[in-house]
């Protein structure tokens, strides 16, 4: 049911019980009223018509009486009959000209008549003069009070019921709208905007409304925006593992060819100048073949030195671990007066991207601990279960500069980004006993490339 339906129901009920209060009202009073006037005339008449009958009765007997009765006629709201006992009636008084002809109903007439007193006088020769009240004609004036006054209602409800009617659907008017806004804002229509209602409750929902839509179509632009900008950096973070997919490739490719190529042309040119020194009686040519050997042995070991550094390739001969023991064996050559140890525990096989993320990881931590820490001790750890693996990269030196987070500092972001590509989690920060922690934590039971 509408709401303006229960309205105009609620309207309708009021009116209609006032109505019935009123109505009920105005018949008591109106009993009250038609009791309280039969009553009093009655009472007149009685004690007037009781000593006029008997002191006419005492002047000339029963034909002065019928005379004076005949003569008195109608008296209000009263019947008069004057006959003898067990007899014949000598008088009957005529009934009222006042509105003759009209009654009320029957049950009207039955809900409002009081007791009816009747006075009987008895009189000399066997006559009885009776005076009995007439209540008809009061009922019918109440009657015709209550006619009235339900017309009158009637009116009034019709006029009421009308003047709710518009001032209800002036009220409601703003609803239909109100829904339409909400469709509209359903549809995804989130500029739409209500227009402003007449009325306190109205426009203060139809200020609400607008706030409501405004803070939607704002959070709705900030999520596109936020959608989008996480579209673009997954598309950079992409773009990224294309690049550092591309790099790698390119590294191990340099690796090899510098392995495979540069490494025998090196080794050609000292066993050339080797030769050349042994068969040769020159001194000077002795001497240049000398330092060619010599400068060819150098480079041989460089380039040996930065095979690990593009593309460790013993990963695919010696597994993650003999390619770490060679990294910290070499750098513990290079950098003697540091302390390094390598203390690993694998128990289970890792994937490829697994396995480059960690020696990156091991190989960057050792790296910039020996360039920048001034440490005396390094120490790398690996430990691993089926579940997860856990690598950690720490020394006793002077700790990380404040200003290590800055832009343009790439190395231990890459390696952040590197191992959050996996699912792991990376910190690093300074220790409390001196020096930095470099840790990382990568899940093995979700891994894809797990052997």
């Known amino acids: 049911m509408k709401l303006r339906t229960r309205l105009h129901l609620v309207v309708t009920g009021l009116t209609v019980v006032f109505v019935i209060v009123l109505v009920t009202a105005q018949m008591l009073a109106t009993r009250a009223r038609v009791r309280e006037d039969i009553e009093a005339s009655h009472e007149v008449a009685t004690q007037f018509l009781g000593r006029l009958a008997s002191l006419y009765w005492g002047f000339g007997g029963p034909q002065v009486v019928l005379g004076f009765l005949v003569q008195l006629g109608h008296v209000r709201s009263n019947d008069i009959i004057l006959h003898y006992v067990n007899g014949p009636v000598l008088y009957h008084s005529p009934p009222s000209t006042y509105?003759?002809?009209?009654?009320?109903?029957?049950?009207?007439?039955?809900?409002?008549?009081?007791?009816?007193?009747?006075?009987?006088?008895?009189?000399?020769?066997?006559?009885?003069?009776?005076?009995?009240?007439?209540?008809?004609?009061?009922?019918?004036?109440?009657?015709?009070?209550?006619?009235?006054?339900?017309a009158l209602t009637a009116v009034l409800l019709i006029v009421a019921n009308a003047v709710a009617f518009w001032i209800i659907e002036r009220a409601l008017a703003p609803f239909p709208v109100i829904v339409d806004g909400l469709e509209r804002l359903k549809r995804g229509e989130l500029r739409w905007r209500l227009p402003a209602f007449g009325g306190l409750e109205a426009q203060a929902i139809g200020t609400a409304f607008n706030r409501m839509a405004q803070a939607v179509e704002d959070n709705v632009a900030a999520e596109r925006k936020a959608r989008e900008a996480e579209a673009r950096l997954e598309e950079r973070r992409e773009l990224s593992r294309l690049v550092e997919q591309r790099l790698e490739e390119e590294r191990r490719l340099i690796a090899h060819e510098?392995?495979?190529e540069f490494g025998q042309s090196v080794t050609a040119i000292r066993s050339l100048a080797q030769a050349i020194a042994t068969r040769t009686g020159e001194p000077s040519l002795q001497e240049a073949a000398?330092?060619?050997?010599?400068?060819?042995?150098?480079?041989?070991?460089?380039?040996?030195?930065?095979?690990?550094?593009?593309?460790?390739?013993?990963?695919?001969?010696?597994?993650?671990?003999?390619?770490?023991?060679?990294?910290?064996?070499?750098?513990?050559?290079?950098?003697?007066?540091?302390?390094?140890?390598?203390?690993?525990?694998l128990g289970v096989n890792l994937g490829p991207s697994?396995?480059?993320?960690?020696?990156?990881?091991?190989?960057e931590g050792l790296i910039n601990a020996l360039r920048h820490a001034h440490a005396s001790s390094i120490e790398a750890e690996l430990r691993a279960d089926p579940r997860s693996l856990e690598v950690q990269v720490s020394d006793d030196g002077r700790g990380l500069p404040e200003e290590w987070a800055r832009p343009g500092h790439f190395g231990l972001r890459g390696l952040k980004e590197r191992i959050e590509r996996?699912?792991?989690?990376?910190?690093?920060?300074?220790?409390?006993?001196?020096?930095?922690l470099l840790a990382a934590v990568i899940p093995l039971d979700g891994a894809p490339e797990q052997a």
């Open 290 to 345: 000398r330092l060619i050997s010599q400068e060819a042995a150098r480079l041989y070991d460089a380039m040996h030195g930065l095979i690990p550094r593009l593309s460790p390739l013993t990963l695919d001969t010696l597994g993650l671990t003999g390619t770490l023991e060679n990294l910290a064996r070499d750098l513990q050559r290079r950098f003697g007066s540091v302390q390094l140890s390598l203390r690993h525990d």
């Open 422 to 436: 996996l699912g792991g989690r990376f910190r690093v920060g300074n220790r409390s006993e001196g020096g930095v």
């Open 99 to 150: 509105k003759a002809g009209q009654y009320a109903p029957a049950w009207f007439t039955h809900l409002l008549a009081p007791r009816i007193p009747r006075y009987t006088f008895r009189m000399p020769d066997n006559l009885e003069l009776i005076v009995r009240a007439e209540v008809s004609r009061a009922i019918l004036d109440g009657w015709d009070a209550i006619t009235r006054l339900l």
């Open 258 to 260: 510098l392995h495979d």
């Open 354 to 363: 697994v396995t480059l993320a960690v020696y990156r990881f091991v190989q």
